[in-house]
């Protein structure tokens, strides 16, 4: 194509304008198919780019969903002054059920509920079906046929994760700091347990940063 702009701006370009993670078949669909690029040419720009954002305030990562560029964790602190809303508050109940769903999966509210000591609200399972971070794969196969729950692709996304594999260690989850302010948590009236301060988590500044 005649006057078409070097690789390395249009791939820089599409990933600054996404707002999500983007995967290199997505990237190669920008191209008409007699003007593509080579998947490895694809890859190369990519990682190109990640070494350029090295000393910069904005990083390239790859997440499950494909590559992302968002701000630099360090910087998410002044960032964040942006923008006047508080981020959203989540309940040390809803966090703990989001981890034993990431940590046991597949599984059920009742096993939840086993392994906690207390009841799951309807209104964590419903908060966590809408931010996507969790769904029903299937039913155990007992009476009543209770549904199995997992983690999605957006669950990975969101903290700045390629695969499961990618989970940080019980020990560290323990650890206030992998909350992160993105997570700040609120009185739980399930737990009775106190707000704490988070510190810094995983997932590079969250979903705003990350745009």
Known sequence: MSGQPPLKQILEGALLAAGKPLTPERLLGLFPDE????????????ASLERDYRDRG????????GF???????IVPWVARLWEEK????????LETLALIAYRQPVTRGEIE?????????????TLTEREWIRSVGHRDVPGRPALYATTRK?????????????????????????????????????GEPPIDPGRGPGGGGERCGR
């Open 35 to 46: 003007g593509q690029p080579a998947r490895d040419a694809v890859l190369a720009v990519l």
């Open 114 to 126: 086993d392994i906690r000591g207390v009841a799951v609200s309807t209104h964590i399972v419903k």
């Open 87 to 94: 981020p959203a508050r989540y309940s040390r109940a809803l």
């Open 68 to 74: 992302r560029v968002q701000v630099r964790k360090e």
């Open 155 to 191: 669950f990975l996304d969101y903290f700045g994760l390629r695969s499961l594999n990618d989970l940080p260690t019980l020990a560290e989850i323990r650890d206030p700091e992998f909350l992160g302010d993105h997570l700040a948590l609120e009185q739980s009236e399930e737990s």
């Open 58 to 65: 904005i990083e390239l990562i790859q997440v499950a969903g």
